[in-house]
């Protein structure tokens, strides 16, 4: 409605005493702008993505800043790593600043092994057009409509996706180039490295992570991804990548008995884990070997600890391997846990039935009993 003619032009102490209140509107804070992040659509949550598409979109999105995801390996360790390696990866393209840890592998041979991204020139490219031939048959030219038709499509399409792209594309089959790896800046920690003395009889936890969650609280104090810290243009995103923990290198011994001496040694790491990941600017992919684990119980707290949780079960060397109803896929994906933050309820995945494989040299996540709209339509048409 428009103002009245009467307080039109008049200055601002001759207008009404009613004009004057103490209401004032409330605004929403200002979300951090990162590169490589995103707000969550359901919960406003920062979210940055595992470098998997179709693993983002299983998990609502992406990881939320401030969270940890455990990845129960598979038997040989190669999908799990290699999840691992999607996430470092992702960090790199994005500039993000990374934090590896191992007890077996040295994280630099870790780092070597990091996939090669698909750049959008590369994808875009378009060959140079050569001399039609007279005697071409039409079916070729509209062979040649179609093709140049889908020539902006991403590579890789899988049946969990989002409609909105999140994250970069990863080739696999080559690593990445040492130029845009080494820009990237990365804290390691090597165990071996690390000289450690028994724990005390009174200690809950480990030498071996007490030395590691030392580490890794100096990392984000010394350089500002905490989030008490001043507030300054140059925020970034710390990527903790934790190599098989609660493995028998680390010193624990869930993995050699059934009653456990260490039980509590890996729960009490990940209650400091995450405490100090809730108040930083930080997000971890921890990798355990659960196969190796007997006391289910103790598996079940490790879960409960954890925001995100999946378990990876390869068909390698499994009678599955040879079964004809899995012989399009690699091996089965189980949803343990998702995060339920900022809401009172969390968001279930579609998709039961998940399994995962290796297709043109990317690693997908797909719903067993159907395959994706996208892949439909393309087939049909």
Same mark, same amino acid.
């Given at each position: ?220 104090? +010394?350089?500002?991804?905490? &989030? %008490?810290?001043?507030?300054?243009? =140059?925020?970034? /995103?710390?990527?903790?990548? *934790? ?34 990941? +809730?108040?930083?600017?930080? &997000? %971890?992919?921890?990798?355990?070997? =659960?196969?190796? /684990?007997?006391?289910?119980? *103790? ?46 309820? =969390? ?6 039935? *998940? ?27």
């Amino acid at each position: 409605m428009a103002a009245p003619m009467s307080s039109v032009g008049k200055p601002s102490a001759e207008r009404s005493p009613f004009n004057n209140t103490s209401f004032q509107k409330k605004t929403r804070s200002k979300l951090i702008s990162i590169p490589g992040t995103r707000p969550s659509v359901q919960n406003g949550q920062l979210l940055v993505s595992t470098g998997v598409t179709s693993l983002d979109y299983l998990l609502g999105g992406g990881l939320a800043v401030g969270t940890v995801l455990l990845i129960e390996e598979d038997r040989y360790d190669s999908y799990s790593r290699m999840i691992l390696k999607y996430f470092l990866a992702e960090g790199v393209v994005c500039r993000h600043e990374l934090y590896v840890a191992a007890a077996q592998d040295n994280p630099d041979d870790i780092l070597q092994e990091l996939p090669a991204p698909i750049l959008d020139d590369v994808a875009m490219h378009k060959p140079a057009e050569q001399p039609r031939l007279s005697r071409e048959p039409p079916d070729g030219l509209d062979a040649m409509k179609i093709a140049w038709r889908y020539q902006n499509l991403p590579k890789v399409q899988t049946a969990l996706a989002s409609s909105s792209r999140f994250g970069h594309y990863y080739d696999v089959s080559k690593t990445m180039e040492p130029e845009i790896r080494q820009a990237a800046k990365c804290h390691r920690f090597y165990l071996p490295e690390h000289p450690t003395q028994s724990s005390p009889p009174h200690s809950t936890m480990l030498e071996s992570y007490s030395a590691l969650l030392k580490s890794l609280q100096e990392v984000i104090n +010394r350089e500002g991804f905490d &989030v %008490a810290a001043p507030m300054s243009n =140059s925020r970034n /995103i710390l990527r903790i990548g *934790l190599h098989s923990l609660g493995s028998a290198l680390w010193g624990d011994d869930l993995c050699c008995h059934d009653n456990p001496k260490n039980g509590r040694a890996l729960t009490t790491f990940l209650y400091g884990l995450r405490a100090l990941l +809730r108040s930083s600017l930080s &997000v %971890a992919v921890v990798t355990l070997p =659960s196969h190796l /684990i007997q006391d289910r119980a *103790l598996m079940g707290s490790i879960t409960r600890l954890c925001d995100n949780a999946i378990a990876l079960e390869s068909f390698k060397g499994s009678e599955r391997e040879t079964n004809p109803l899995y012989k399009d896929y690699h091996g089965l994906i189980h949803v343990r846990q998702v995060p339920h933050l900022n809401c009172l309820a =969390s968001k279930l995945p579609d998709h039961k039935d *998940l399994a995962f494989k290796l297709k043109r040299k990317q690693f997908s996540i797909e719903g067993r009993r159907g395959r994706s709209t996208c892949c439909r339509r393309s087939s049909e048409r």
